[in-house]
């Protein structure tokens, strides 16, 4: 996992990101909603949006919630992987 990557060619992308996860040859951005509401399509389809550069592979958001919108967006478009808090947690135990 990389907080900050110091090539230039990612520098403006990773702005837009909480962080990159690398796995190989991958890069993953990652955005965290620390909301108490629900994610809703809107902000799956900007964080697919930031993330469309050729350097990023499917990119990951983080939230409480989802709402179902955003779940069937993001099962059709590029691979993007939506999280819960819950989901974490139960991987951690």
């Known amino acids: 996992m990389e907080k900050d990557i110091s090539q230039e060619e990612f520098q ?3 702005k837009k ?3 990159i996860v690398r796995k190989g040859n ?3 951005p990652v955005r965290v909603k620390d909301w108490n509401r629900t994610v809703g399509v809107n902000i799956v389809i900007n964080m697919d949006k930031a993330s469309e550069g ?3 592979s499917s990119p990951i958001l983080v939230a409480g919630r989802f709402s179902e919108h955003a779940k069937v967006y993001a099962d059709h478009h590029r691979g993007i992987k939506l999280i819960t808090k819950s989901e974490m947690r139960r ?3």
């Open 12 to 14: 403006s992308d990773t």
């Open 17 to 19: 990101f909480d962080l």
């Open 91 to 93: 991987e951690l135990s």
């Open 54 to 56: 050729a350097v990023f």
């Open 26 to 28: 991958e890069l993953h």
